[in-house]
Every structure is written in structure tokens, then in C-alpha cells.
């Protein structure tokens, strides 16, 4: 009897969580554990990539416990992970040689500088990769970690170190250092990978002093990358996904062809626009990266990235103490009935797309004396909104030159997808419907999508475009005129932050 359950491994920024999908891609368990956030220095982000592993173990073992499930019974694993975030190994041990540095780290801005000022790098940077040069992506982060970690300058021209974002590492744990890999969609998050051609760019590798030999191979998102040792489950399962959280959700939201978008709302917002196979550089602060890939075929799709999406909830909670739970957010922002003209730019690690500044830091303005701590909560969600209003603006700039439909909806995926509140606001703001599926843990059920692609449990895309159902579609209602005060007021929120 053919197999009917995928696992998928979503490991995020905050928390490791382990999914099991029947193929029909209704959820039959789930299990998250967060874990530590490390905060060295300001601006810097560390995980700790050991306690990544062990929550991400544990909260599969449980997840396959909760639906009564053993090794044998799994068609095959899919990952999906947090994007960007960098780990350098020791190939003998499997023992890091530092900390994970995290996408949304800061440290790197000085070599950033250094590289934007060399004449028509950047320009280079972003025909080959498709990316802007930032401290966000993993190349820097390399570099970094080989300059100022003892030894890693040798180790790593030995061939003794091996790199890799968040699914490399976990591919490595899972088939006890077998299998060194990643896919297209992580491998085009590195500014180091021509994703026109699917092969690692040797000049940049040079310019920025990486060795090719710490370097993962890369294959498509879906495809046969191995087994895991049956140490960890009982039984090996084959491990058949893996793509970018964020190239996943897309995947997962069955967003296949050009001019179907997504936004994901979890510690960051990320808007995702599939455009197909052809290439396109951004003219409006955007980036182009690889989606998720079934084949050899470059698949592509303009993104925006905003830094702080959700995580400002988490300060409203941990930092400001305004609330007990993240989950009283909305009672607490529907008890006024709007932001008292306050405005909350969160750009506590700078400014993401279309902005693209790195030393940008939050700011809190329009305060009155009438001002309240519901006001600021209010203004804290409509940031995450106004934040990726302004991501697909620039979207359809980009659309309308490259000659490809404007976004006619916005799916909606990520924790902060449930709030009714953020959603209708967000439709408002877009002036097209923003539609909630019934499924919104698309990211995982991407990864799981693509694991079930190469195992023979689905046989096209148009199977799976036909698994995807609407919960809720949010259509808008504020007058345009409205609607176009209140992003002058962003825009002019944001122009003091930075000017500040």
C-alpha cells in the first residue's frame, strides 16, 4: 500500500517545528519548541546551531509519536528553514566551529560598505545573484566567520570546514554527515550563487576570499537528497524537500506561475511574486531570487523583505511588557479605534526592501499626551501592513516594466495571518483582496509538497494547485484617498527614522 504521510521539518527563526501531512494536505500532528535567541552585541543575532538540532530531533520524534506513526509508515521528509542563516563545521566532528550567525545580524555592514564602494561590484553582484549587497545574506557572514574565528582560514583551505545555511546543516545531522547539500532556493540566499545558470560564481567566491571546497552541492528543491540514519527514527526515511521558508510558502501556496504572490507574516514579512522563468532585476528596492524548483529549469520570483514583521509583537510582550501573551495583541490594538495618529517603524535591525537600510533603528512617532499603550499596539500591528504595502508598490513597478500582470490577490500565510484585524487592515491598505487558505501553515506543508513531488506521492503541480482552498478572503473597504493619506504618513514615518 503506497504511503499517505510526509514530515516536514520547518525550522524558523524562533522555533523548530516538525509537521505530519496526510497527502491530501490536511494536518495529522504537529509539534514547535522555541529556543534561545542570542543577543551578543547590539545589532547581532546568534543561534546556538546545536539546540537547532536537538529541538528539531525532538519535535519530529514527538510530532510522529502524536500521530501514531514510526519511520516506515513516512513517504519521505521535506525541510524548510529560516533563510540566509550561516554555520561553518568541523566535516570530521560535526562540531561548529561558532555560533549560527542569523539573517537578521548586523555585523557584517562595514565589509557591505567596503564592497558597494568597489566600482560596479554591486552591479555584478546583482546580475549574477540576482541580490542587493547586504549583511542579510550569507556571504558576508562567511567571511566574517573565516576571518575572525582561529584557524578557520586554514581549516577551511584544507577542505577540513563545510558551510551551510539552516537545511544543510540539518541534512548533514540527519544522515550523520553523509550528505553535504542544500537547494537552489537557500543557495540564491547566499549572494554567492548565479541563479541564471544553478552553479556558484567563482569570481564572487574569489572577491570575498570563500574556498569552494566549504561549499554544499546544489540540486532541485524537490529531489532525492538522501536517507536518514536510522539511529534517529528507527527506520531510515527518505529525505526528498528542501527549500527556503519562504520559496516553500510560496510553493505551498500553490503560487506556480508568474503574477501569483504571497506574504508571510512570522518574525519577518516576506513577499514573494513567482515570475517565472525569466530573469528580471528589480528597479524598486527588491531582490530576485530563486523559487523552489522541480527540475533543472531556473524558476524565479521578485521578493520583498521586511526584517521586523511579527518580532514587533514580540517586543510588545518581551520588551515593552504590554502584553502577557502575543496572542492578546489584537484585543489590546481593537480597544481603540485606530492608532491616535501614532506611527511604530520597527526597524530595530534596519530597514529592509524596499528601504535597504542597515543603520536604520525603530522609532515610535506622533506620540500626544492622549497617547496610550493600546495606541502604540495598534500602530505596532498596521507596521507590519504598511510595511508590506510598500513591498508590493514597489512589486508593481517592477511588474509593469518587466510586462507581467499586476498582483490581482495576496495569499496569506505565517502566524500573524490569523489576526482579522492585521488581515482586513492589510487588504485595505493593498486595495485587492488578501485571501487566508484553510491550510496556513504553508511553509511546512511546501516542503512537504516538494518531498511528496520526487517520492511519487503526487504526480504534478496541478494536483497540488488543486489542494489549495480559501478559509477567509478580506476584501477592502477604505476609500483610496484614505488609503494614500496613510502611506504618505508611513513614508514620512519612515524618513524621520532614517534621517535620525
Given at each position: 500500500?503506497?504511503?499517505?504521510?510526509l514530515?516536514?521539518?520547518d525550522?524558523g527563526?524562533?522555533?523548530?517545528?516538525?509537521?505530519?501531512?496526510?497527502?491530501?494536505?490536511?494536518?495529522?500532528?504537529?509539534a514547535?519548541?522555541?529556543?534561545?535567541q542570542?543577543?551578543p552585541q547590539p545589532g547581532?543575532?546568534e543561534?546556538d546551531?546545536?539546540?537547532?538540532?536537538?529541538?528539531q530531533?525532538a519535535?519530529?520524534?514527538?510530532?510522529?509519536?502524536?500521530?501514531?506513526?514510526?519511520a516506515?509508515d513516512i513517504a519521505a521528509?521535506?525541510?524548510?528553514n529560516q533563510?540566509?542563516?550561516?554555520l561553518l563545521w568541523?566535516?570530521?566532528?560535526?562540531t561548529?566551529?561558532?555560533?549560527?550567525?542569523?539573517?537578521?545580524?548586523?555585523r557584517t555592514?562595514?565589509l557591505c560598505?567596503?564592497?558597494?564602494?568597489?566600482?560596479g561590484?554591486?552591479?555584478?553582484?546583482?546580475?549574477?545573484t540576482?541580490?542587493v549587497?547586504?549583511?542579510?545574506?550569507s556571504a558576508?557572514?562567511?567571511?566574517?566567520?573565516?576571518?575572525?574565528?582561529h584557524?578557520?582560514?586554514?581549516?577551511?583551505?584544507?577542505g577540513?570546514?563545510?558551510?551551510g545555511t539552516?537545511?544543510?546543516?540539518l541534512l548533514w545531522k540527519?544522515?550523520s554527515?553523509?550528505v553535504h547539500?542544500?537547494?537552489?532556493?537557500?543557495a540564491?540566499?547566499?549572494m554567492?550563487f548565479d541563479?541564471?545558470?544553478n552553479q556558484w560564481?567563482?569570481?564572487?567566491?574569489?572577491?570575498?576570499q570563500?574556498?569552494?571546497?566549504?561549499?554544499?552541492?546544489v540540486?532541485?528543491?524537490?529531489h532525492?537528497y538522501?536517507?536518514?540514519?536510522?539511529?534517529?527514527?528507527?527506520?531510515?526515511?527518505p529525505i526528498?524537500?528542501?527549500?527556503?521558508?519562504?520559496?516553500?510558502?510560496?510553493?505551498?501556496?500553490?503560487?506556480?506561475?508568474?503574477?501569483?504572490?504571497k506574504?508571510t507574516?512570522g518574525t519577518?514579512?516576506?513577499m514573494?511574486?513567482?515570475?517565472g522563468?525569466?530573469f528580471?532585476?528589480?528597479?524598486?528596492g527588491l531582490v530576485?531570487?530563486a523559487?523552489?524548483?522541480?527540475?533543472a529549469?531556473p524558476q524565479f520570483?521578485?521578493?520583498?523583505?521586511?526584517?521586523?514583521g511579527?518580532a514587533?509583537?514580540?517586543?510588545?510582550?518581551?520588551g515593552?511588557?504590554?502584553i502577557?501573551?502575543s496572542g492578546e495583541?489584537?484585543r489590546?490594538?481593537e480597544?481603540v479605534?485606530?492608532?491616535?495618529?501614532?506611527?511604530f517603524?520597527?526597524?530595530?535591525?534596519?530597514l529592509g526592501?524596499?528601504?535597504?537600510?542597515?543603520?536604520?533603528?525603530?522609532?515610535?512617532?506622533?506620540?500626544?499626551?492622549?497617547?496610550?499603550?493600546?495606541?502604540?499596539?495598534?500602530?505596532?500591528?498596521?507596521?507590519i501592513a504598511?510595511?508590506s504595502?510598500?513591498?508590493?508598490?514597489?512589486m508593481a513597478?517592477?511588474?509593469?516594466?518587466?510586462?507581467?500582470?499586476?498582483v490581482?490577490?495576496?495569499?496569506?500565510?505565517?502566524g500573524?495571518s490569523v489576526?482579522?484585524?492585521l488581515?482586513?487592515?492589510?487588504?485595505d491598505?493593498?486595495?485587492?483582496?488578501v485571501?487566508?487558505?484553510?491550510?496556513?501553515?504553508?511553509?511546512?506543508?511546501?516542503?512537504?509538497?516538494?518531498?511528496?513531488?520526487?517520492?511519487g506521492?503526487?504526480k504534478?503541480?496541478?494536483?497540488l494547485?488543486?489542494q489549495?482552498?480559501a478559509?477567509?478572503?478580506?476584501?477592502?473597504?477604505?476609500?483610496?484617498?484614505?488609503?494614500?493619506?496613510?502611506m504618505q504618513?508611513w513614508?514620512?514615518?519612515?524618513?524621520q527614522t532614517v534621517?535620525?
Amino acid at each position: 500500500m503506497a504511503k499517505e504521510h510526509l514530515l516536514a521539518l520547518d525550522q524558523g527563526t524562533s522555533s523548530s517545528r516538525a509537521i505530519v501531512f496526510h497527502a491530501s494536505g490536511r494536518i495529522v500532528a504537529m509539534a514547535q519548541r522555541e529556543f534561545r535567541q542570542l543577543y551578543p552585541q547590539p545589532g547581532w543575532v546568534e543561534h546556538d546551531a546545536g539546540e537547532i538540532w536537538d529541538t528539531q530531533l525532538a519535535m519530529a520524534r514527538e510530532a510522529l509519536a502524536q500521530a501514531q506513526l514510526k519511520a516506515v509508515d513516512i513517504a519521505a521528509i521535506g525541510i524548510t528553514n529560516q533563510r540566509e542563516t550561516t554555520l561553518l563545521w568541523q566535516r570530521a566532528s560535526s562540531t561548529p566551529i561558532h555560533h549560527a550567525i542569523v539573517w537578521q545580524d548586523r555585523r557584517t555592514e562595514p565589509l557591505c560598505a567596503q564592497l558597494r564602494a568597489r566600482e560596479g561590484f554591486a552591479d555584478q553582484v546583482r546580475r549574477s545573484t540576482g541580490l542587493v549587497i547586504d549583511p542579510y545574506f550569507s556571504a558576508t557572514k562567511i567571511r566574517w566567520l573565516l576571518d575572525q574565528v582561529h584557524g578557520a582560514h586554514v581549516d577551511a583551505a584544507h577542505g577540513a570546514l563545510a558551510f551551510g545555511t539552516i537545511d544543510s546543516w540539518l541534512l548533514w545531522k540527519l544522515t550523520s554527515g553523509r550528505v553535504h547539500a542544500t537547494d537552489v532556493s537557500n543557495a540564491s540566499r547566499t549572494m554567492l550563487f548565479d541563479v541564471r545558470h544553478n552553479q556558484w560564481d567563482r569570481e564572487l567566491l574569489k572577491v570575498l576570499q570563500i574556498p569552494d571546497s566549504v561549499l554544499p552541492k546544489v540540486y532541485p528543491s524537490s529531489h532525492l537528497y538522501g536517507e536518514t540514519d536510522p539511529q534517529w527514527f528507527g527506520a531510515p526515511i527518505p529525505i526528498a524537500g528542501i527549500a527556503g521558508d519562504q520559496q516553500s510558502a510560496l510553493f505551498g501556496q500553490a503560487c506556480f506561475k508568474a503574477g501569483l504572490a504571497k506574504n508571510t507574516y512570522g518574525t519577518g514579512c516576506f513577499m514573494l511574486m513567482h515570475s517565472g522563468e525569466r530573469f528580471e532585476v528589480s528597479t524598486n528596492g527588491l531582490v530576485t531570487t530563486a523559487a523552489a524548483q522541480t527540475s533543472a529549469t531556473p524558476q524565479f520570483a521578485l521578493e520583498g523583505s521586511v526584517f521586523i514583521g511579527g518580532a514587533v509583537v514580540q517586543w510588545l510582550r518581551d520588551g515593552l511588557k504590554a502584553i502577557a501573551g502575543s496572542g492578546e495583541v489584537q484585543r489590546l490594538a481593537e480597544s481603540v479605534p485606530d492608532s491616535g495618529g501614532v506611527m511604530f517603524v520597527p526597524a530595530f535591525t534596519g530597514l529592509g526592501a524596499p528601504y535597504w537600510n542597515a543603520d536604520a533603528r525603530g522609532a515610535i512617532v506622533g506620540l500626544t499626551r492622549g497617547s496610550t499603550v493600546a495606541h502604540i499596539a495598534r500602530a505596532a500591528l498596521e507596521s507590519i501592513a504598511f510595511q508590506s504595502a510598500a513591498l508590493l508598490q514597489a512589486m508593481a513597478r517592477d511588474a509593469k516594466a518587466a510586462g507581467v500582470a499586476a498582483v490581482s490577490e495576496l495569499r496569506v500565510d505565517g502566524g500573524a495571518s490569523v489576526n482579522d484585524l492585521l488581515m482586513q487592515f492589510q487588504a485595505d491598505l493593498l486595495g485587492i483582496p488578501v485571501v487566508r487558505p484553510q491550510v496556513v501553515e504553508t511553509t511546512a506543508l511546501g516542503a512537504a509538497y516538494l518531498a511528496g513531488l520526487a517520492t511519487g506521492v503526487y504526480k504534478s503541480l496541478d494536483e497540488l494547485a488543486a489542494q489549495w482552498r480559501a478559509e477567509r478572503r478580506f476584501l477592502p473597504t477604505m476609500p483610496r484617498d484614505r488609503v494614500a493619506e496613510l502611506m504618505q504618513r508611513w513614508e514620512r514615518a519612515v524618513r524621520q527614522t532614517v534621517a535620525a
